[in-house]
């Protein structure tokens, strides 16, 4: 079956700049999550979803990224005003549950440059 | 907080020799262990995880890894490397309330040469 999917696969955005990345979670995957992944910081945890469960925003850099899911489905994450640091591969991921064992499936990733 | 360590950011074998990526973990309640393995430009492919059934997990493309709670270590193995071995492994954890949160070490990368 299908995977996770995300979109673009690359963007290139000015310094100030807002940013919209897009995911399809596999079909049924309630869970829902975005990582970054950059030279500096590694891999790590920005948000979750789960069902209609307010979501865990405690891997959040800022208060200029933001995300919404839509339906229970695709996800957006957002990024105001774009910093050069912000430059990085934002990962996103699903699974059938929250579980501490439940795999997650990743998507192929955004690659972001601020200039 | 979980936390994990990975022990050497690079390491190079040559085909057929034994893969050892080595990594540590921290945490104060039981742990979920996961390898990851990420070919260049691709996402993250799940090689095998522990969920506190078998200490000994065995994953795809031949490699296992033992969980030793003793030493907090979830080191990964392959007896002989291929070339197509290359690439970068994150080892992970997650704890059962933690929402599934995954916590990566800082990735190995893995050379195989002829």
């Known amino acids: 079956g299908a995977g996770v999917s995300q979109s673009p696969s690359n963007k290139v955005t000015e310094k100030g700049k807002d940013v919209e990345l897009r995911c399809d979670p596999i079909s049924g995957h309630t869970a829902l999550y975005w990582y970054r992944q950059s030279l500096g910081q590694g891999l790590e945890f920005l948000i979750y979803f789960q069902g209609n469960s307010a979501p865990d925003k405690s891997g959040l850099p800022s208060d200029r990224f933001s995300a919404e899911r839509t339906g229970g489905s695709v996800s957006t994450l957002t990024i105001q005003r774009t910093q050069q640091e912000d430059s990085a591969v934002y990962l996103c991921?699903?699974?059938?549950?929250?579980?501490?064992?439940?795999?997650?499936?990743f998507g192929p990733g955004t690659r972001l440059l601020v200039l | 907080a979980q936390s994990v360590t990975q022990l050497g950011s690079h390491v190079s074998v040559s085909e057929g020799a034994l893969v050892l990526l080595r990594c540590n973990y921290s945490s104060s309640v039981p742990p979920y262990l996961f390898w990851y393995v990420q070919y260049p430009n691709q996402g993250l492919q799940l090689l095998l995880k522990?969920?506190?059934?078998?200490?000994l997990v065995k994953g795809i493309n031949g490699f296992e890894a033992e969980f030793k709670k003793s030493e907090t270590s979830f080191h990964l193995t392959k007896p002989s490397a291929h070339m197509s071995d290359a690439a970068e492994y994150f080892c992970?954890?997650?704890?059962?309330?933690?929402?599934?949160?995954?916590?990566f070490g800082t990735g190995t990368q893995l050379k195989v040469e002829l």
């Open positions: 522990y969920t506190s059934a078998a200490t």
């Open positions: 992970a954890v997650s704890v059962e309330r933690g929402g599934n949160k995954l916590t």
């Open positions: 991921a699903s699974s059938r549950g929250l579980a501490g064992a439940t795999t997650q499936y």
